[in-house]
């Protein structure tokens, strides 16, 4: 066999520097959809979007159940309005509202009982004691039916100004855990640097997710239970004229022919 020529390079079959480029190559998350995303994440950023995922289960639940509750609320208080409207005295309001819910009977309830509580002074004093009573027991009413109502938007405008802030502390998180990977592979390459940004950055859509719908959501009820509040406000001016017009048939009419009704 002749001997190899000067200069003639030894026979290879792969570089040296080929092999961690293909160990690495290997070695890198594959599935970038969401959830493999969300499997390759640190545990930290793991933890913000399973909060963020619960906060955005919490704001649709409250969004059907409070739906439902408004619904029935303004139903009911609607209802109310038209028998205390068509009533022409608190008695008829009280017998059309009997098997009434919510809180329009129970502001004819307590129109009633202060009317009863104060009936042995109104053949001496004048009626006006009376009526400041009445709208004070109503205020109160409409104040516990509007609190009541209220219950839950709370969370709602929580989730919605905290929710891209705990988002982007994930973000945050997955970044600093990505350059950490890319000081350690010593390496720029946009192969190896783009799945930890991505990852890091599915917490701030999840984030945006959980927090536009709550904002959205929480506004459309501010609105809806104003106007509730508005119906209620009604209702209790209606109970508030048929105490007024009580008075002025017990000033015409004299007290025996009350009794005798």
């Known amino acids: 066999m002749a001997p190899a020529q000067p200069g003639t390079p030894p026979n290879t079959t792969l570089p040296a520097e080929a092999a961690p480029s293909t160990v690495m190559e290997l070695s890198l998350p594959h599935d970038l959809s969401p959830w493999g995303m969300f499997m390759a994440a640190d545990i930290i950023v793991k933890a913000v979007m399973i909060g963020l995922a619960f906060a955005s ?18 139903l009911r208080i609607r209802r109310a309005v038209r ?14 509202l009997d098997r009434s819910g919510g809180p329009g009977p129970l502001l004819v309830r307590a129109a009633e009982e202060e009317t009863a509580l104060s009936v042995g002074a109104l053949d001496h004093v004048s009626g006006d ?24 938007t709370g969370v709602l405008a929580t989730i919605g100004s905290t929710a ?6 994930g973000t945050v998180w997955g970044i600093m855990n990505a350059f950490i990977g890319i000081s350690q592979a010593q390496t720029t390459n946009l192969a190896v640097v783009a799945p930890g940004i991505a990852e890091a950055l599915l917490a701030t859509a999840m984030g945006l997710v959980a927090a536009i719908p709550a904002v959205v959501i929480y506004n459309v009820f501010a609105r809806s239970i104003a106007g509730y509040r508005q119906i209620l406000a009604d209702a209790s001016a209606g109970v508030e004229r048929l105490v007024s017009r009580d008075l002025d048939f017990r000033t015409v009419a004299p007290p025996a022919a009350l009794a005798a009704e």
């Open 129 to 152: 004691g009376l009526k400041e009573r009445v709208t004070s027991r109503l205020s109160r009413i409409e104040a516990a039916a509007s609190r009541r109502m209220s219950r839950g």
């Open 57 to 74: 289960l919490v704001t649709w639940t409250i969004c059907l159940a409070k739906s439902l509750e408004i619904f029935g609320g303004k």
């Open 164 to 169: 891209p802030f705990v988002g982007l502390f």
């Open 83 to 96: 028998a205390i409207g068509d009533a022409a005295t608190l008695k008829q309001a009280s017998l059309a």
